[in-house]
Structure formats: structure tokens, C-alpha cells
């Protein structure tokens, strides 16, 4: 793997500003010192930082630099990993471009929205993105590997109509004890921990208030005989980074090996102060006390599927003062593969909520495989309220 010079230094420049965490400017002699990088080399880089908006500067007597804004880290992590990558001869990149419309009927209103689950969550909308793993060898084998999986969404809630999306972006070191990660990844809490969800239309119980479909930290990962342990140390902010106080700890061991016993049967917990967010959008207050205890159970037989799940989860809310709110949730999605190579796949999907907020939804959904690349998905979404009809199509294309 090689990476210029001059992204190298960008990178880490980049760093040393995201550590200041906005709160001051750094000035550059600061950095050239803490970098050992030359202040006329660096003189010369944050000219074009500045002109790529990715930094910004302040003048007077702390005059110095930082960043724009969290996303750029984000944007130039990207970045880093395409430049990274375009080298690399063990990777897997992929093109990604989906067209997604939805049509609701909600108390005799009829409207036509375009994504599939409410505005502010980032799951399927129109957008193009890439999805690229970049694999590091050695004689032993496999012992790293860097995920980096992106979009850019159409949302009208967002300026220029455009939502930067980032869902893997986490660099996993394989060991002897087992998997290490860090970055921007599944928390380890129930079957959703290792279920490939990215460009589906039907979404586990993650996307539904019961936890996070990622998370920013770092996780453990091991396979044994008879099943796996992975656990993580995460944020408990989601998709965006935010540290106030906030964290979410993870843990969920398992019993069965999909792959060659066709079941998998796990136990997860999670206890944390987790950030409400909603997509990209937070919610305006304090981190919230939350536990979570799960299990689920995975059975795979000849061309079905089945998916159960049942979850407690309480929270303690601030105000008013220290009110407990308990849920439970049961899961339930039963899949047939039919035609060759399973290319029509046909589910149906029960939650059923239970508690303070109980309600209930069934969800039909099916996807055909057009071509090796493009799948055409629809989805028929009834709740005690609403009912909603998706339409998605999928196109996959590696380079």
C-alpha cells in the first residue's frame, strides 16, 4: 500500500485538529512542533485545505486552524481510503445506486415520499455511494482489514439537497486471540451485530430504537467450536460522533455456526448513556440511562429462514425526574428463497412492541435479482396507523 506523502501529512494534520475538538485554533507552529513536519511544508498544505473547505483558519494573537466541521474527518477518512486502496492488490470495491419512492396512506392522507423509512433516518434513499475492503497479508495470511462504505443521499431536509452517508468506516486487525476493531461499526448486540442490512428494504430492530445500526468505538470479535463472543465500547451516538458524556458497552455470545450448523442461537447486553438521535439528527438532550437484554435465535432450513428476536430495554428519563420506561419487542421474519441462485426472495416481518409506546406492524417485502448486479425490491409496511408501500431499485456493481 502507498499514500503520498502529502495525504500522509494531510491526514495527520487533520487528526492533531479533530483532537482539539473545536474548542481552540491550533496554531501551525504547534503542529509543525507535534508533527515534526516543516512549518514552510505545512505553510504550503493548509493553503489547499482551505481551498478544499476542509479546514478553516482564524487570525489575531490565537489565531490558528480546525476543522470545518466533524464531517470532514469523516470525508477525508473516505478520501484517505480511496487513495489507500487505489494501490492495493487485495480489495474488493464496489459502485453502489439506488431509485427509491414510497407511497403512504396515514389518516386518509395520501402522499408520496421519497425513502423508505421516516425522513431522518439514513436507510435507502435515492443516492449513489461506493463499498470498498481492502484486505493487508502476509505470509501468515489475512491481518488486517479496512472498511470504508458511503453514500451521498437526495434529502430535502438538507442543504443542496444532499446528505453525506458513511456506515462501515473501521479498520479490523486480526489476531491469534481474535478480531479488533476501532472506527465506525456494528455495536455486538443482537442478530442485527452481524446482519448485512446495508441496501436491504427490511431493517431489524437496530433501526427501530433498539440500539444502533452503527456506532462509533471499538470492538472484540472471536469464533470458537461451538459459536462466537464479540463485545464493543461505543459512543452511543450512532451514525454521527458526538461526545457528551455518552457511551454504550455491548456484549453478545452465541451458541451454532450458521455456515456449517444452520443455526445460531445468541444472548446480548448492553448498558450505556446513550445520545437519542435519529439518523444524522440528534435529539436536544442529556445523554439517556439505557439497558438492554436481548436473545435471538437464526434457523436456516433448505430455502427458509427464520429470524426471531426479543428485546428489554429500559430507560431513564431526566425529566421528568428519573421516570423508568421499560419496552419489549418481539421480532419475528420468516424468508423462502425460491427460483435458482435464490433470486426471488419473499418475507414476511412481525414486530410487536410492548409497554409504554405498544403497537404493532407487519411488513410483506420482496426482492427479485434482476442481473448479477441490479435487484428490483418493493415492501408493503402496515402499523396500527399507517400503511406504506416501497418500491426500490438496487444496483451493485463491482469494479
Known amino acids: 500500500m502507498k499514500i503520498s506523502t502529502r495525504s500522509r501529512y494531510g491526514l495527520r494534520l487533520m487528526i492533531q485538529l479533530a483532537g482539539s475538538n473545536g474548542k481552540r485554533l491550533v496554531p501551525l507552529r504547534e503542529i509543525a512542533e507535534t508533527q515534526q513536519i516543516s512549518g514552510k511544508y505545512l505553510s504550503r498544505l493548509v493553503i489547499q485545505l482551505r481551498r478544499n473547505r476542509l479546514i478553516r483558519a482564524g487570525r489575531g494573537t490565537n489565531g490558528g486552524y480546525t476543522l470545518t ?12 481510503g480511496l487513495t489507500a486502496t487505489s494501490y492495493g492488490s487485495s480489495r474488493l470495491f464496489y459502485l453502489e445506486a439506488q431509485a427509491v419512492a414510497s407511497y403512504a396512506n396515514s389518516a386518509g392522507e395520501n402522499e408520496i415520499f421519497w425513502y423508505s423509512m421516516m425522513p431522518g433516518d439514513p436507510m435507502q434513499k435515492p443516492s449513489i455511494g461506493f463499498d470498498l ?23 430535502t431536509s438538507r442543504r443542496y439537497d444532499l446528505e453525506p452517508q458513511l456506515y462501515n468506516a473501521y479498520f479490523k486487525l486480526k489476531t491469534g486471540p481474535g478480531d479488533f476493531w476501532l472506527g465506525h461499526n456494528k455495536p455486538s448486540f443482537g442478530f442485527s451485530s452481524y446482519l448485512d442490512n446495508h441496501g436491504t428494504l427490511l431493517q431489524p430492530l437496530s433501526m427501530y430504537g433498539f440500539g444502533y445500526d452503527r456506532d462509533w468505538g471499538a470492538g472484540y470479535y472471536r469464533d470458537f467450536e461451538s459459536g462466537n463472543l464479540a463485545l464493543s465500547a461505543t459512543t452511543g451516538s450512532g451514525m454521527p460522533l458526538y ?32 445520545l437519542e438521535a435519529m439518523g444524522y439528527h440528534l435529539m436536544p438532550m442529556d445523554p439517556t440511562p439505557t439497558a438492554m437484554i436481548g436473545t435471538d435465535a437464526i434457523l436456516l432450513s433448505n430455502r427458509w429462514e427464520n429470524r426471531l428476536e426479543f428485546i428489554w430495554s429500559r430507560k431513564t428519563w431526566n425529566y421528568p425526574q428519573n421516570q423508568y420506561v421499560s419496552d419489549y419487542v418481539i421480532f419475528h421474519r420468516l424468508t423462502a428463497n425460491l427460483l435458482d441462485e435464490n433470486r426471488l426472495k419473499l418475507e414476511v416481518q412481525n414486530r410487536w412492541m410492548l409497554g409504554e409506546w405498544g403497537n404493532g406492524m407487519l411488513t410483506l417485502a420482496g426482492s427479485y435479482q434482476i442481473t448479477a448486479d441490479l435487484a428490483l425490491r418493493s415492501m408493503v409496511e402496515i402499523d396500527d396507523e399507517n400503511t406504506r408501500v416501497i418500491a426500490q431499485l438496487y444496483w451493485y456493481h463491482k469494479i
Not at 470532514?72 to 484517505?80: D, T, Y
Not at 475492503?133 to 434529502?155: H, M
Not at 453478545?252 to 444472548?267: A, P, T, W
Open 133 to 155: 475492503l481492502q484486505r493487508f497479508s502476509g505470509e501468515g495470511g489475512d491481518w488486517g482489514i479496512l472498511a470504508i462504505q458511503a453514500r451521498v443521499s437526495y434529502d
Open 69 to 80: 466541521s466533524k464531517h470532514v474527518l469523516i470525508a477525508f477518512l473516505i478520501l484517505g
Open 243 to 274: 461526545l457528551r458524556g455518552n457511551y454504550m458497552l455491548s456484549g453478545r455470545v452465541s451458541k451454532g455456526d450458521l455456515n456449517q450448523q444452520n443455526y445460531n442461537l445468541g444472548l446480548s447486553a448492553s448498558s450505556g448513556k446513550n
